[in-house]
């Protein structure tokens, strides 16, 4: 059991327990499930809703799709990224409830689906061969049951199937998942760069018992050219980025793919060392 999907399981099964007792009465639905006619006076209801879970067939359904596949891209991703895909796909879901929501009136939506619709996604991008037992007896590749699953979801989307189940917010937690794992890292790097952008200091700093104005380290421009080991320069400046990254946000934070080109340039550069 990995962290986060272990206190999603918790969370989840709390509030469900105060519901069942009666701790919290079923107009406490209206303060913490996502309507649309008041999503904007309500804003926090685009996060608490996903943990509001008021039959136990529904709890039981999210919460076994959570314990089974969470921890294999928890540990796969670290627990930073993990979460954050998690909360993302969650608000992608309220984002579509929004969008077609109004269909069905002022009815509030919860439960934790859109999420987990979203790691269904994240597993078979990561895994598409990898076996999913159907009703625990026929085994399907996730991709095809993934595959299957989204078009289903998106037909019972435009046939406008309700049945009290948000079908919309299934597709958006498909969808944004799908965008999430795509360009999500480029589009956080857009928006750091855009909001974010780093100032020349003008801050006086004490060293050596005197003020000075600091230093600023100068890069010499790395060459395009090839360098020792098969290493050129465009490689070591995306090792900088990455490292820049790591001292910035831990390791949690780096993508499968930037762990592997590190594992990469590491080996290259024991070789290098070797050789000579």
Known sequence: MSPWVKRLLIANLAVWGLFALGILPRGAIEWLGFAVPTSFLRPWTAVTYMFVHVGFGHLFTNMLVLFFFGPPLENHWGSRFFLKFYLACGLGGAAFHLLLGSLIGPVPMIGASGAIF?????????????????????????????????????????????????????????????????????????????????????????????????????????????????????????????????????????TPKERAFLDEMSRRYQKTTRTH
């Open 118 to 254: 979203g790691l269904l996604l994240a597993f078979a991008m990561n895994w598409p061969d990898a076996k999913i037992y159907l009703y625990f007896l026929f085994p399907v590749p996730a991709k095809w049951f993934v595959g299957i699953l989204g078009a289903f979801t998106l037909f019972a989307t435009v046939q406008g199937g309700g049945g009290g189940v948000a079908h919309w917010a299934h597709l958006g937690g498909l969808v944004t998942g799908f965008l999430y794992l795509r360009f999500g890292e480029r589009i956080g790097r857009g928006l750091k760069r855009g909001f974010f952008k780093e100032k020349p200091s003008h801050v006086r700093v004490e060293r050596g018992g005197r003020a000075e104005a600091p230093r600023r380290e100068r890069r010499e421009p790395r060459p395009s050219s090839r360098r020792a080991g098969g290493v050129d320069g465009d490689a070591l400046d995306e090792v900088d980025r990455i490292l820049d990254k790591i001292r910035e946000s831990g390791m949690d934070s780096l």
